[in-house]
């Protein structure tokens, strides 16, 4: 009879968190998902179904657009999977090495750029990469390689490849950070016990330290993965919301900002936009189930 | 509880108290013309206050690119000002058709105006006008003078001319032929085909057609100006693909660069930032005697927000917008934005003056994207941005973007089909 006691205080501890949660996260989610299922006919508000979906998958203006963004954010992703997280990794390998010195100063400085705006690392990458202005052709004049220099935001084939470096380089201070904590929580005596047994030096960082940060990587890259497909300041900042040159840079954020809130003489359409909205969702949400039951239930856990 | 109610009391009877002497009022104005920000505040609104004793004017501006999403969140939550600027056409009619924005037909001021002048804030049939029309920008051409003289070069009239001087300015190699970027998009389009496109369609006349259907962005006489565009990538500076738009401000008033295409708005802001003297010259011309074609583009009304809680102050601001006196110190404060009322405004400005002047010598017309035509999906104006760029990089040829542009409009609007 004692258990079946209603236990209150585990309601009442929970009630402000979960209502906070719910008016701004939940409610607007659904609220969204619900907005995508209307339309506006004669400045009416009209249930209409699944036709926004259909708009967006079937009619090859707005499913060109549509897999145009999905695809950009693909590569950005992908950009950011081989180049943001190893050099992180690398990183946090480095500066955990006991014999680095002014390791703290390092630490800090890759990771300050992270808490800069993405208005500030928009403008300043600019700068920086303007053919008129920018330090950029100035500095690879100065040994001899200006002919390698192509004003990169500006043309097709480069410029999301250009705003997904810039990002990396803003970003890679939180794996970096992240596998930093991980690789120092790895116990010493595990360490000697491999350099007894002949473990030493890169061999020790393969064998020993990889397989037991592995789950650290796991949860960064799902970061990476919501984060990149929620991503749209960089890219505002930076090009607009036309998403130029001819949207090589559009991603799923800027597509969806453009449908909703309108653009020049392109009046916004809330309920297309949620439909956009509702696309993203899906797809994040597809992807982190992807990695909580594919991957991570499956990778090996080594108790330390 | 009785001090609540004795506060209440008062409270009401001051509230009686304020709209029984109208003391007071503070009219609030949404605009996107941050750059105009204080010519608002020390010329515009003390003109105003002064006649206007009561009534206290807040210029709240926000950012040309945002504004047009910021002030449709304003006015679907309630909190946008009294007065909004207008955009021209579309943007403005979709407020007018939510109920945001007040018929001003019994206004007895909107007398001061031509048609052409309200016709970009009036239902299509022009049974209500819902802006009073402030201000239009025309297009042409701004040179450094001094670059000119040095090198011996007239003002071009004619294409040959002016493909000429570009020619002789690039063999020189001083000055950059002309500053314009394609980064931001928005320019190849508005300076670009826009600017020059007129004199190929012959203004009014083709614009007028397409809406109609008679003609078809596939016709020679709309595709043309892209292969103009074509030739004009070669005499932009290096690295123009990712030259921003203040890129170009810059590198003409630092007096890099020779030509400048540009709008009317361009002219107060490069007076106070160029140290040599500038001309303007009109988009040259086919062949020598054809009728030119400038666009006259109506760009800026006012309109009151329905909802605002000051209606009479509203329309007191409304009617003084639309007088001979606020034409005359807004043209003035702001040379390049011409007053569209029907009484002629004296400017002093001379490169003003000059831009006006081609209103005597050629026909006037509109941005051809702007009425009607950017309705649908996809939007014609925002496409014509990605087809002058492609134009003038190159990556498509002319034919293909008239053929892409076509396709696009015809899939929804009816005329066309």
Redesign the interface.
Known sequence: MQNRRIRWHIAVFLAPAVLVYTAVMIFPLFNTLRLALYSKVD?ERVFVGLTNFRTLFLDP??SEQFWNALGNNFWFFIIHMLVQNPIGIALAAILSHPRLRFAALYRSAIFIPTILSFVIVGFAW?LI?????GIA?SMLDAVGLKSLF???????EYALTTLALISVWQFVGIPMMLIYAALLSIPEEILEAGEVDGITGMASFWKIKLPLILPSIGIISILTFVGNFNAFDLIYAA????A????STDILGTFMYRTF????????DPHMGSAIAGAMFAIILVGVCIYLFGIQTRMRRYQL | MKRKVLKLALASTTLIATSAFAQDVTLTIESWRNDDLALWQEKIIPAFEAENPGIKVNFTPSAPAEYNAVLNSKLDAGSAGDLITCRPFDASLALFEAGHLTDLDDMEAMSNFSDVAKSAWQTDDGSASFCVPMASVIHGFIYNKDAFEELGIDEPTTEAEFFAALDKIKEDGTYIPMAMGTNDQWEAATMGYNNIGPNYWKGEEGRRALIAGEQKLTDADWVAPYATLAKWGAYLGDGYEAQTYPDSQNIFTLGRAAIYPAGSWEISGFNTQADFEMGAFKPPVQNAGDTCYISDHTDIGIGMNAASKNPDAARTFLAWVASPEFATIFGNALPGFFPLSKTPVELDDPLAKEFVSWRGECESTIRSTYQILSRGTPNLENETWGASVAAIKGTSTPEELGAKLQEGLASWYEPQQ
């Open positions: 400045q203006i707005w600019k990469l303007s053919p008129i202005w052709p192509a004003p990169w935001l500006g043309k097709e090009q607009g919301a036309l130029g040159p001819d949207f809130f309108g653009f020049q003489l392109q009046l916004g």
